[in-house]
Each structure stands twice: as C-alpha cells, then as structure tokens.
C-alpha cells in the first residue's frame, strides 16, 4: 500500500517538532543533552565557561596568597584559626560549587536577566581575588576587612539572585558565603589583635 501525503496525520505534516527516521542521529544527541543537563543541571558550555572566570580568580589569590612570609608569620593570631594548609582544602571545592551555582542561573536567565547575572559574577569574582592582594600584597588587614566586606555583601546578593532563580543553585553557593562570613570573622580578629598594622 502506498503512502500519501494525505495518510501521514496533519499534526506530523504541520508538526516543526516531527521528525523522519533519517534524522535519527540528531534526536540521538539532543536525548543525550537533554539527559546530561538534566543530570548535572547546566550546559557544558556555560560550565566551561564558568569554571574558566573561577579559576583566573583562583589563581590569582592564589599568588597573592602568601602565608609563609615573614610579615604574615609575625602577625598576630587567634587561637581558632585553622593551619595555612586548610584554606586550600576547602577553598578547592568551594570554587567549584561557584561555577556549577553560577552556570545553573546563567542557563536559566535570558537577555538582559543572564547578563546582569554575569555582570554580578564577574564582580564577585573581583572582590574574592582582591581580598589576598589587599591582605598578602598590600599587608593591610584593615583594607582586607573593608573588602572582604564587600565581598560579603555581593556574596549575599549572588545567592539572592541565584536561588530566585533556581533553589538549587542558591543552595550551592551557601557554603561560599558561610565560609566568607568565617574568613571575615578571622580578618576581623587579626585586626584587632594587630592595631599598629595598617
């Protein structure tokens, strides 16, 4: 028996959605993203993307960081500060929370809303890396404070933002913000212990 036009039902003639069997490769893909970002929450692209602007913010604290020098060594310091070494094993993971975080709202905005997003990300990211350059380069533990209150308040708006958007990317980015709070809690008490540092 033949088939017509007129036999294929009109949904499947008028249906952008429909597809033949020779496009059986390009519905094998989009199923496989389809089930990727269901499982991860996020575009590979966006998450390539974010990881980038989160690791040049990590690198460059990283170099600025420097625990071993002799001014830092001669601070004063609370008793319940954690060793050097420990900074990096939660800083680590963290960092990677912030870009799955950030990348799930990016692939959830549009327009204006995604890069105003963005816009906020980079700025967080500004402060996270200007906090070791104020604290280790510029050895001022009050300019640190002063920024890394900043860096707070950003904190607490990127998660803002975030969980309006999405629960699960504002639930991501709270372990960020609690651990900023501590990190200002310490700044906080280096200041005092050391008032003739600037």
């Known amino acids: 028996m033949k088939t017509t036009s007129s036999s294929i039902p009109s949904s499947a003639r008028t249906d952008p959605g429909h597809r033949t069997e020779g496009d059986a490769p390009g519905r094998a893909r989009r199923r496989t993203e389809e089930i ?36 830092y060594r001669r601070l004063r310091k609370p008793s319940w500060q954690p060793p050097s070494q420990a900074f990096g094993l939660v800083w680590t993971p963290l960092y990677g929370l912030i870009a799955v975080g950030a990348a799930r709202v990016l692939d959830r905005r549009e327009g204006t809303d995604r890069t105003a997003f963005a816009a906020r990300l980079a700025a967080n990211l500004v402060l996270n890396a200007g906090w070791s350059l104020a604290f280790f380069r510029g050895r001022s533990p009050k300019l640190a404070l002063a ?34 709070l ?12 050391n008032p003739a540092e600037d």
Do not use: C, H, M
């Open 36 to 71: 990727v970002r269901a499982r991860a929450g996020v575009r590979g692209r966006t998450l390539a993307r974010t990881l980038l602007a989160v690791s040049a913010a990590a690198a460059v604290g990283s170099l600025a960081t420097k625990p071993a020098s002799l001014w």
């Open 147 to 180: 920024e890394i209150t900043a860096l707070n308040a950003s904190n607490a708006d990127l998660i803002r933002q975030a969980w309006a958007t999405d629960r699960a990317a504002g639930a991501v980015l709270l372990p960020y913000g609690a651990w900023t």
């Open 182 to 193: 501590f990190a200002t809690a310490l700044n906080t008490a280096i200041v005092r212990l």
